[in-house]
């Protein structure tokens, strides 16, 4: 008799475990379900088919709707170039994304919001050169130049919002410059 309940006892916890294990299984295949899902939209909407510039994307939290959040990394990079933000640029970075469309209920003012209240990881430049590669492939020279400058000239009035003393040096610091530099290669893949 004691046998019986022990092999109903066995068979009940072999279930309860082959359960566990199928309900991991296909919570692991519906999560690469949705990041296949989002990988696509997101590659439909930059042109980017790349795997490792897409888990980049995914990593940074980047999702079809807050992907206009991405056209504003320069001027991320360029508040954070010192190290620290200070309120002047954090205004010229969204003022700049507000007269880009982004609204501010939206998740991808959200996003940019998160991304001037700590320092951005190295993965955001690379994500946001992907982005431009891709943009500068797909469009005319003439459309390019006038891309690159548009950024260059946002980013710099970035620069500018907190620079130079007390009128005696210039605006734009050595660090800007060198990113203003690294921003414009971008363009030229």
């Given at each position: 008799m004691t046998d019986g309940i022990l092999d109903?006892?066995?068979?009940?916890?072999?279930?309860?475990?082959?359960?566990?294990?199928?309900?991991?299984?296909?919570q692991g295949l519906m999560a690469a379900d949705i990041a296949h899902a989002r990988h696509a939209a997101l590659s439909a909407a930059t042109g980017i088919s790349d795997e490792a510039a897409l888990a980049r994307f995914d990593q940074l939290g980047l999702a079809s709707d807050t992907l206009l959040a991405l056209t504003m990394v320069p001027l991320v990079l360029m508040a954070w170039v010192d190290g620290v933000v200070a309120l002047a640029e954090m205004r010229a970075v969204r003022d700049s994304a507000a007269a880009s469309g982004l609204r501010p209920e939206s998740p991808a003012m959200g996003l940019l919001?998160?991304?001037?209240?700590?320092p951005p990881p190295p993965a955001l430049e690379a994500a946001w050169r992907d982005y431009a590669a891709a943009l500068a492939q797909r469009v005319a020279p003439e459309a390019r130049a006038a891309l690159a400058s548009q950024v260059l000239a946002q980013a710099r009035v970035v620069a500018e919002a907190e620079g130079g003393f007390l009128g005696l040096t210039g605006r734009v610091s050595g660090r800007e410059r060198q990113l203003l530099a690294r921003l414009e290669t971008a363009f030229h893949p």
């Amino acid at each position: 008799m004691t046998d019986g309940i022990l092999d109903g006892r066995r068979l009940a916890l072999e279930e309860a475990f082959f359960a566990r294990h199928n309900e991991t299984l296909r919570q692991g295949l519906m999560a690469a379900d949705i990041a296949h899902a989002r990988h696509a939209a997101l590659s439909a909407a930059t042109g980017i088919s790349d795997e490792a510039a897409l888990a980049r994307f995914d990593q940074l939290g980047l999702a079809s709707d807050t992907l206009l959040a991405l056209t504003m990394v320069p001027l991320v990079l360029m508040a954070w170039v010192d190290g620290v933000v200070a309120l002047a640029e954090m205004r010229a970075v969204r003022d700049s994304a507000a007269a880009s469309g982004l609204r501010p209920e939206s998740p991808a003012m959200g996003l940019l919001t998160a991304w001037l209240a700590t320092p951005p990881p190295p993965a955001l430049e690379a994500a946001w050169r992907d982005y431009a590669a891709a943009l500068a492939q797909r469009v005319a020279p003439e459309a390019r130049a006038a891309l690159a400058s548009q950024v260059l000239a946002q980013a710099r009035v970035v620069a500018e919002a907190e620079g130079g003393f007390l009128g005696l040096t210039g605006r734009v610091s050595g660090r800007e410059r060198q990113l203003l530099a690294r921003l414009e290669t971008a363009f030229h893949p």
